[in-house]
């Protein structure tokens, strides 16, 4: 039976589905959005906070391109924290802890005040497909596997890619009800869901999160069309009564006298309010002991948990384990919300049995009394591999058919909110017969994120470090609007009046940077005495501003008593001049680099290149080649078991030759 019909189908509405869904609704499809509970929306079943080192980020790429998680956090976030102050502008990110339960309602709010976004709570069981092959036309959907076993042997890790030739088209969804939904295009958003069980000591539970109903049927139907699935991890620790800690024995964690917002929408804004506290504390020897003690009833260790968990979001256990000669480890109490007495005890997620738990958590100095409200848990989900997509994160064999988020094999909230806006957009534009958006590693930490997951897969949940942007001095969280804004417009996300903003600030950082180039500044006196207060040498023949701007102990904020002619400057955009004029050298070393990586990047490779008939391509390189058809001789480098011999080999065959 089909009640309803809708461009798009997002399957999932966590932080993925969300930004998936409004940026559809908002281009002016129609768009349907399931999720398994309707009561948590952008729920946060892990860590309170949005943001933190690279994270940051995201959030800032995402709302640069007019997305919603920014704007969202900016009016739920109960503390703020600008990081890395005392470190260089590419690695300072915000981190806000939000109120949890503010954060769901208000992100269901902007759905639920979408036109063309309808909510919809059910559990989708299969994802509909109907067939094409280029000589043979349409085929029907029931005997998918058949079409399997035809395709030509083009395998990596003993998975199919199906040849070009035979692409599958999306057509829509089926419900447990055994309804059906059709649409032009769905995006996967399922996130932790896909038959997942929860998992503590000896307890194993087959659930979603927080005890919410897990998915059960869609992986079934996500392998029955070949799709690569594969079962990961990730923990959370428990949560205790706030009024069972003793704070005195911690290092409290306030808030920033002056919030800056995550959306550049609210630059300017007065953010400030009440904020609550972080506190700090660590475990210790004894905490240490009795983990080891107990690590054979561990399931992480007694291999009662198969799936594969984040190395850089590990479990209080598997630092224990792997940092012996570390005494302690930071441990972050985080109030999950306004609401409510529970305090999320960070840097401590595990699955150790419920008494260990009482043990290890009341061994650390303030918890001596804690009373648990939610054990700690590992959860086991499935995923997909995102070698099978493309950098628009569409299916590369499935036509319409995109996957966004944790259903990638990435970990966050951050990383799902930058890849469901992405995914969202591409299904939009392409419906509307218009060019995708393809972010490179040069454009945006969202470039790298989906380069990453596309080209390199991820052996693990996959989440971001400043480590992994090669050009992170460019990809600042400051800039994000600088560098995305012009994509946002462009697709048609991002309102005019911001974008004339952005337009409005980059001439004028221009045309600043030109200017104070211009700007004498005498070796008077009163000159000598000014930069004396800053500890900064006199000038003795006079001087350009622009090279004292230049100085450590100065700055373009600092110098404006010597720039009388200066107009008046926002100080985002005072912030802007700075940085660019203080790391002038770096950033223009950057670019060069960036002009080499993007000159491989646009040499683009057909979609139907034959790999078997280019001469002398190492075995591995061909089959890798072969599996993941990579867009550009770029993305082809980057491969893992593609070495720059086969490299130049492509390129030659390609007829671009290696000069
Ligand atoms: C226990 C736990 C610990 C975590 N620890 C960390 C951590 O330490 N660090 C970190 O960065 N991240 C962690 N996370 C991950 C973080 O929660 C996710 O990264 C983030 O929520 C992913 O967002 P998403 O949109 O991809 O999916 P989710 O937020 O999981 O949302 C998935 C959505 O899909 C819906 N859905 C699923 N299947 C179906 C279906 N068949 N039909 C209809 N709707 C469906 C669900 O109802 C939900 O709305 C943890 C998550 C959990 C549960």
Not at 161 to 168: F, G, I, L
Not at 266 to 273: L, Q
Request: aromatic residues 6%; negative net charge; charged residues 25%.
């Amino acid at each position: 039976m089909v009640y309803e019909k809708h461009d798009v189908i997002v399957i999932g509405a966590g932080h993925a589905g969300c930004e998936a869904a409004l940026a559809c609704a908002r281009l002016g499809l129609s768009t349907l959005i399931f999720t398994m509970s309707v009561d948590n929306i952008a729920m946060m079943p892990c860590n309170p906070n949005i943001g933190g080192t690279s994270k940051g980020h995201l959030v800032r790429e995402v709302d640069a391109l007019g997305g919603e998680m920014g704007r969202n956090i900016d009016r739920t976030f109960i503390q703020s924290r600008m990081l890395n102050t005392s470190k260089g502008p590419a690695v300072q990110s915000l981190r806000a802890q939000a109120d949890k339960k503010d954060y769901s309602a208000s992100m269901r709010k902007v759905l639920e005040s979408t036109e063309g976004l309808t909510i919809r709570q059910d559990e989708v069981t299969e994802i509909l497909v109907e067939y094409c092959s280029d000589n043979h036309g349409i085929k029907d959907s029931e005997n998918s596997s058949e079409l399997v076993e035809n395709s030509v042997d083009n395998t990596v890790d003993n998975h199919v890619y199906n040849d070009v030739d035979n692409m599958q088209i999306i057509t829509g969804v089926r419900t447990v009800s055994g309804n059906t939904y059709p649409a032009r295009a769905v995006i996967l958003c399922t996130g932790v869901y896909l038959d997942s069980r929860c998992i503590y000591g000896e307890v194993s539970v087959p659930s979603g999160p927080s005890g919410l109903p897990r998915s059960t049927h869609l992986s079934d139907s996500l392998r029955a069309l070949g799709l690569p699935v594969r079962r990961f991890k990730t923990g959370t620790p428990a949560r205790i009564a706030k009024s069972s800690i003793d704070f005195s024995k911690m290092e409290e964690q306030q808030g920033d006298e002056h919030v800056v917002p995550f959306s550049f929408e609210n630059v300017g804004k007065d953010m400030d309010k009440d904020q609550e506290s972080c506190w700090l504390t660590y475990t210790n020897l004894e905490t240490h002991k009795i983990i080891r003690d107990n690590i054979d009833r561990s399931p992480l260790y007694n291999g009662r948990i198969e799936g594969v968990g984040p190395r850089y979001c590990p479990s209080i256990e598997d630092k224990v384990m792997r940092f012996a000669e570390k005494e302690r480890h930071q441990v972050f109490i985080e109030p999950e919300g306004r609401y409510t007495e529970e305090m999320y005890i960070s840097g401590m997620s595990s699955s150790l049995p419920e008494d260990v738990q009482y043990a290890m958590y009341r061994s650390v100095p303030g918890l001596e009394n804690a009373v648990i409200v939610r054990n700690a848990y590992a959860i086991e989900y499935d995923c997909i591999d995102a070698l099978c997509l493309k950098h628009t994160l569409e299916c590369k064999d499935i036509k319409g058919f995109y996957s966004a988020g944790q259903a990638n094999g990435s970990s966050g909230y951050e990383e799902a909110a930058a890849q469901g806006l992405i995914a969202g957009i591409n299904a939009a534009l392409s419906l509307l017969g218009k060019e995708p958006l393809v972010l490179d590693r040069s454009d945006a930490y969202i470039g790298v994120l989906i380069d990453d997951l596309v080209t390199k897969s991820t052996p693990e949940p996959y989440r971001m470090m400043t480590s992994r942007a090669e050009y992170r001095l460019l990809l600042r969280q400051d800039n994000a609007d600088l560098r995305l804004a012009d994509y946002g417009h462009r697709v048609g996300l991002l309102s005019d009046e911001r974008y004339e903003d952005v337009c409005y600030k980059r001439s004028l950082i221009a045309s600043e940077i030109e200017r104070v180039k211009t700007v004498g500044v005498s070796s008077s006196k009163e000159v000598s005495d000014f930069l004396s207060g800053f500890n900064s040498t006199p000038v003795s023949d006079g001087a350009i501003l622009f090279d004292l701007i230049k100085r450590p102990e100065l700055s373009y904020e600092s110098l404006a008593p010597l720039d009388p002619e200066r107009p008046d400057i926002r100080p985002d955009i005072a912030a802007q001049i700075n940085i660019e004029i203080k790391y002038e050298g770096y950033i223009n070393r950057q670019k060069i680099q960036v002009a080499a990586f993007k000159k491989l990047e646009e040499k683009m490779i057909p979609p139907t290149l034959d790999y078997d008939l280019v001469p002398s391509l190492r075995i591995e390189a061909r089959q890798k080649l072969k599996a993941i058809r990579p867009a550009s001789i770029g993305q082809a480098s980057r491969i893992s078991g593609v070495s720059p011999a086969d490299v130049s080999i492509l390129l030659i065959y390609l007829g671009r030759g290696s000069n």
